[in-house]
C-alpha cells in the first residue's frame, strides 16, 4: 500500500487526539492507494492460497472445499472479489501499524458496516459529546475525505481483533476502515503498480457539505 500525501491531513489528526476528564480520544486518518509493494503481493499470494477454493483438493463428496468457501463479510471467499477485498484489508492494516503484521486476520474479525452515514453519525457523535467537533465543522474532515474515495461507492469495514492482536489495546476503542466498491470479476493476479482504489479521486457531482454535516450531527 502506498501512503498519499493529502493537505490538511495533520491538522485533522491533530484535532483528532484530544483527552477529557473522562477518557483520551486517540483518532487518525491516513488515506492510501492499492499500489502494490514487495510485501502487498506476497501478502496477496498467501490470502488467493488460503482461500481460491482452487489451491485445495475438493471435499470427499468432490464438491470445492468447504472452508474455502465460508461467508465472510466480504461474501463467499470461493469469489475473487472476496479475496481481493479482505487483501485491502489487511494490506492497509500492515501499513497503518507497521510495527503489527496481521497477514493471520481472520475474515470473521472484520465486520461490514450498514451505512457509510451510519459511521459518520458515529464518529461525530463521539467527537460532540466530548466537546471537540472542530474536525467535522472547522477542518471539514467529511470533506477531506471524499476528495480520496467516493463516499457513494464505498463499503466501510471495522476490525474486531483478539485482544492479543489489538494494536490499540491498551487504549481500548475501535478503528473503521473504509474500502471502495469496485466492480467486474479481476482476479488480481497481475497485482499490477497502479493507484486505484483506496486513493481514488472522486469524479462526479459533489454533495452540500454543510447540510451534509448538520443531517448527520442531529442527534
Known sequence: MKFLEYAGIDAINSALVFETPECK???????YSCKAAGADKKLYKQIEIKYDPSNSPPDEDGSPSSFRNVISPFGPLDQPASRRTLFYLIGTLNASFPDYDFSDAKPEQFRKEPSVS??????NA????????RAVKELRIWDSIDNLIDFEDSDVYSYNPESDSDPNDEEGGGTFYGAPSEDGDDDFSDMSDDDSGFGRQRRGMRYDYDEYVDREMDF
Open 118 to 123: 451510519m459511521v459518520v453519525n458515529s464518529v
Open 25 to 31: 480520544v486517540y483518532g487518525r486518518v491516513e488515506p
Open 126 to 133: 463521539t467527537l460532540l459529546n466530548h466537546g471537540n467537533d
